[in-house]
């Protein structure tokens, strides 16, 4: 049987659409992929100066473009001997079209020239957004994990800045080294779920009763 409702993830990033499927597998809902639903794949716009801006619009462009419920992500690192930086350009931070592998290696680089004495505290920020055709406003949800910069890559999971993000919470292993069940109790990502959670519930009750509603 398939799941009662219907979400389409508004991210290219298979490594988030991955991570988002099991953070929510204990919930009758089927994740898609825009280019399932629309047969090609949409320009997300990711212009907004804050990750909570950049869900927002990219949770709204395919709720509009759908006309169904939509689930947007938009995270990254923050550094703090950096001012922040990467922040919501860490998918581009070497350069537009950047591999994991370079926006790694650039960080370090960044960092060589920007240390001198700063530690290498660093925070990954994730934000939900949730648009619905039910919904008058686009509900959102954060979750942060705290952790410092390592100076080489570590572990061989996860995608992005994992090989490099050591986490508080982990005892100073970097986020690659985890298995998923660990990465999935702790990261920003499972935080952000977890508080989206009541919400996301909320809406597949109000389309499954619109759907009742219809059928008579």
């Avoid at 869900?55 to 995270?75: E, F, G, N, V, Y």
């Avoid at 931070?93 to 950047?98: D, K, L, P, S, Y």
């Avoid at 994990?145 to 390592?150: S, V």
């Amino acid at each position: 049987m398939l799941p009662a409702v219907t979400i389409v993830l508004a991210t290219s990033n298979e490594g988030k659409a991955s991570e988002l499927r099991g953070l929510l597998a204990d919930l009758p809902v089927q994740l898609v992929t825009t280019a399932e639903v629309l047969g090609e794949k949409l320009s997300l716009p990711e212009d907004g100066d804050t990750f909570e801006a950049n869900a927002i619009q990219k949770a709204k462009a395919i709720c509009a473009a759908t006309r169904m419920i939509a689930l947007a992500d938009d995270s990254g690192l923050e550094v703090d001997a950096l001012g922040g930086r990467p922040g919501v350009r860490s998918a581009r931070f070497a350069h537009e079209r950047a591999t994991d592998a370079e926006n790694n290696a650039a960080l370090l680089r960044a960092l060589e020239e920007a240390e001198r004495g700063h530690e290498r505290a660093a925070r990954f920020r994730c934000v939900l957004a949730l648009a619905s055709p039910w919904l008058a406003e686009v509900k959102t949800s954060e979750g942060r994990i705290e952790g410092t910069i390592a100076r080489d890559p570590r572990g061989s999971g996860g995608f992005g800045y994992d090989p490099l993000f050591l986490a508080t919470e982990a005892e100073g292993r970097a986020m690659a080294e985890l298995t998923e069940a660990e990465k999935n109790c702790i990261s920003h990502r499972a935080r952000a779920v977890r508080a989206l959670r009541p919400v996301l519930i909320s809406v597949m009750n109000l389309q499954l009763d619109e759907a009742e509603r219809i059928s008579g």
